[in-house]
Structure formats: C-alpha cells, structure tokens
C-alpha cells in the first residue's frame, strides 16, 4: 500500500491520534452520488483524466450538456477514492442559484460546519489546508462568478485537487 492509503486505511480504523494543526475535524466521507447503469467505455478519457490529475491540481472538464462529464468524473473519482488519505467529496452546484453559495457548498460537502461568529472562508481554508483530497464540483456553468474561491483554496491546501465538470470554461 501506498502511504497514503495506509494513512486513510489507519483513520478509517481510529487509529491516528487527533490532528495537531489546529484544523477542524472534518465529518466522515459521504459516497459519491450512486450511478444507474454500470460504466461502459471511455477508457481513454478515463486515462487522460487520471493522467492529467496526476500532474495538475485543477481539472475542468468542460462540454455540451448530455455529453457525460459528470459520469466521466464520477467514474474517475470513484477510481481514485483510494488514492487520496482523506477521500472524494461530492458537490453538487445544479441546485444553487446565487455564487455566493458556492463556498457553503463546499463547506457543507466536506463537513465544515458553519458557526455564529466564525468567518466560513478561514474555517474552509484551515479545514482543508492539511487535507489530502479530491473534490469534484459538478455544474459550476452557472455560477463562474465563483471561480476564484477554487484558486484560493488550491493555494490554502496544497494536497487539494480539483475536479470540475462545467460548460463553460471556469478562465483560471
């Protein structure tokens, strides 16, 4: 096993003492959304995702409605699961309308709870800033205002990846 794994193999277990960095806990996991029909095919772009995610913190796939990225990104993240000590979280945007949502999503997503008094942006960037993951951020077209809060995230947490699916490019 690689060490990251064992790292999450061992939290997985409780067996790692609390972290030390101040951050705040983060809640366990939750599962990717559940596909319907098994995934067929693809095994190129698969690879080229993966690929590109092993070289890049940020990956946007971008495209026509209906042409499979969310089930593309799906398909990798759930292959990758294993690689990142502390998981693959899901956000779904379709449902928000406002871009000043979009740092709520992802707080709630990874399991930073928001408190009276506490600003949500600096929870968010302790939270994740000792955090190995992925988080895929599906339908961000709509809400491109928000970009910026990914590029500030990234820089927070340098073992955070991205994953995006969009219709637009997110111009980062």
């Not at 193999?9 to 599962?31: C, E, I, K, V």
């Not at 092993?54 to 990104?73: F, H, I, N, P």
């Not at 500030?152 to 980062?172: D, H, I, Q, Y």
């Amino acid at each position: 096993r690689s060490r990251t794994q064992a790292i999450a193999y061992a939290r997985s277990l409780g067996l790692l003492p609390g972290d030390s960095s101040g951050a705040p806990p983060l809640t366990p996991a939750s599962p990717l959304p559940i596909r319907g029909a098994p995934f067929i095919g693809r095994s190129r772009e698969r690879s080229e995702v993966r690929r590109l995610l092993d070289s890049s913190r940020l990956l946007t796939l971008t495209g026509a409605g209906g042409t499979g990225k969310t089930r593309l990104a799906l398909q990798v993240a759930e292959e990758l699961t294993a690689t990142f000590a502390d998981g693959v979280r899901f956000v779904d945007l379709a449902p928000l309308a406002d871009h000043a949502l979009v740092q709520r999503a992802i707080a709630r997503a990874v399991g930073v709870v928001e408190r009276g008094g506490e600003d949500l942006a600096e929870s968010l960037r302790r939270a994740l800033a000792q955090r190995d993951m992925l988080l895929l951020i599906d339908n961000f077209e709509h809400l491109i205002a928000a970009a910026p809060l990914l590029s500030t995230l990234l820089a927070a947490a340098p073992r955070l990846k991205l994953l995006v699916t969009s219709r637009e490019p997110l111009r980062l």
